[in-house]
């Protein structure tokens, strides 16, 4: 079965950086894109960065130039570098994994706070 787990969410001040992990338990080579969500309290969850099959980019322009979003295959893992944090970062962030044939929602995994505050 499927399974996505988010890692390296914590607490960091104005400007900070943290670096988000996102490992699946089968090849990434299985989904057509991976990609990073964040859900704030009261708030809808929205799209921060995807990621193809061949490693295009794409961000949020909340996010770009601040965030990269990135993948390493042999380790099963795509990452999300976050740099100059605002406090309007904060939220939790999902790893997300496309596969619509097998299933449309997608895959998800269980989250990791990011807090960003003073």
């Known amino acids: 079965q499927v399974q996505l787990v988010e890692s390296g969410g914590g607490l960091v001040q104005p400007g900070g950086s943290l670096r988000l992990s996102c490992a699946a338990s089968?090849?990434?080579?299985?989904?057509?894109?991976m990609g990073w969500y964040r859900q704030a309290p009261g708030k809808q969850r929205e799209l921060v960065a995807t990621?193809?099959?061949?490693?295009?980019?794409n961000y949020a322009d909340s996010v770009k130039g601040r965030f990269t979003i990135s993948k390493d295959n042999a380790k099963r893992t795509v990452y999300l570098q976050m740099n100059s944090l605002k406090p309007e970062d904060t939220a939790v962030y999902y790893c997300?994994?496309?596969?619509?044939?097998?299933?449309?929602?997608?895959?998800w995994g269980q989250g990791t706070q990011v807090t960003v505050t003073s």
């Open positions: 990621i193809s099959l061949g490693g295009s980019p």
């Open positions: 089968v090849s990434i080579f299985a989904f057509n894109a």
């Open positions: 997300n994994a496309e596969k619509p044939i097998e299933k449309p929602t997608g895959y």
